[in-house]
């Protein structure tokens, strides 16, 4: 089984702040990796496929980066409506057992 | 509008039976890829299962032979039927609609479309 494992695992950053989140797999998935946003009470959100293609309708202060094992999402300016939960997913492996990482929570300080 | 609305989740005691409901709508859902995925208090997201548009099913080991997931095209629906519950199962269950993108001429596998879960307690 590939494994994701994402860090920070919880992060406080404020209005405004440039923000990174890294996701790593043990073992190389080329490019086959998604972003998601998740909010208290709503369905997680697609935000980045294929390590940096945006989803439509996602902000482009979104941007993720990598291919291989490591792998990085982007918030350039962060907005109040951004503080929420990240996945990283791997899409190299079907059927998607154990795909997801552990999330990453993001704050207000 | 493309949307998945859950329903179905509940409280119900350790070893007994409940049937989740997925209802589609805005798009042609004979001809997408299904699954669900759920998320246990605290922690992060786990996929569940997968049914193909053949009819074709797939499960992790956690629920592989208590969860059945199945669809009835004709109605829309994507269903769980989940059996021998757990108290490690409560969780708020999400369906999900998987789609291919292709950039650069590689194919990319997605989740695109969520619904807003329904919650399931397994407890005595």
């Known amino acids: 089984d590939i494994q994701m494992t994402q860090s920070p695992s919880s992060l406080s950053a404020s209005v405004g702040d440039r923000v990174t989140i890294t996701c790593r797999a043990s073992q190389s998935i080329s490019r086959y990796l998604n972003w998601f946003q998740h909010k208290p009470g709503k369905g997680p959100k697609l935000l980045i496929y294929?390590?940096?293609s945006l989803q439509s309708g996602v902000p482009s202060r979104f941007s993720g980066s990598g291919s291989g094992t490591d792998f990085t999402l982007t918030i350039s300016s962060l907005q109040p409506e951004d503080f929420a939960t990240y996945y990283c997913?791997?899409?190299?492996?079907?059927?998607?057992?154990?795909?997801f990482g552990q999330g990453t929570k993001l704050e207000i300080k | 509008e493309v949307q998945l609305v859950e329903s179905g989740g509940g409280l119900v005691q350790p070893g007994g039976s409940l049937r989740l409901s997925c209802a589609a709508s805005?798009?042609?859902?004979?001809?997408?890829?299904m699954h669900w995925v759920r998320q246990v208090p605290g922690k992060g997201l786990e996929w569940v299962s997968t049914i193909g548009t053949s009819g074709d099913t797939y499960y992790p080991g956690s629920v592989k032979g208590r969860f059945t997931i199945s669809r009835e095209n004709a109605k829309n629906s994507l269903y769980l039927q989940m059996n021998s519950l757990r108290a490690g199962d409560t969780a708020v269950y999400y369906c999900?609609?998987?789609?291919?993108?292709?950039?650069?001429?590689?194919?990319?596998?997605?989740?695109?479309?969520w619904g807003q879960g329904t919650t399931v307690t397994v407890s005595s």
């Open positions: 999900a609609r998987g789609d291919q993108l292709v950039r650069n001429y590689f194919y990319y596998y997605i989740l695109d479309v």
């Open positions: 805005g798009f042609t859902f004979s001809s997408y890829d």
């Open positions: 997913q791997q899409s190299y492996s079907n059927p998607p057992e154990n795909s």
């Open positions: 294929a390590a940096s």
